[in-house]
């Protein structure tokens, strides 16, 4: 996960800076990876080369999720992200019935 975390490409379109240390994402992995609901790796021949997740709304929005991901950025223009959010939509579906749209926010600047 340090590959992709630490990458300033990667970090550009995301909520976060790079990380730095070693500890830092390891703290992140502990308070907001391992208890989040529906957070998922992005494989490639079984290794982590990013990560998926959808994040419950609450009170009157429930029925619908937001989507995020981020992926190395060597892995970028592939088509990996788009098959990883087929199948992560498929089984969030399956798994939260209780769903009914899987939404996420773009940013105008990830031509992408």
Known sequence: MMVWASDGEVARFCRWEPYKSLDALTDYIRIVVLPHPWFRA????????????????TGGDRCRGELGYVLASRYWGKGIVTKAVELAVALVFRE???LER???????????
Not at 42 to 56: D, F, H, N, Q, Y
Not at 105 to 110: A, G, I, Q, T
Request: aromatic fraction near 0%; charge should be negative.
């Open 102 to 112: 899987v939404e996420a926010l773009v940013d105008v600047d990830d031509v992408a």
């Open 42 to 57: 992005i494989c490639l021949r079984c290794r982590p080369i990013g990560a998926i997740s959808v994040t419950e709304n």
């Open 96 to 98: 939260r019935p209780e």
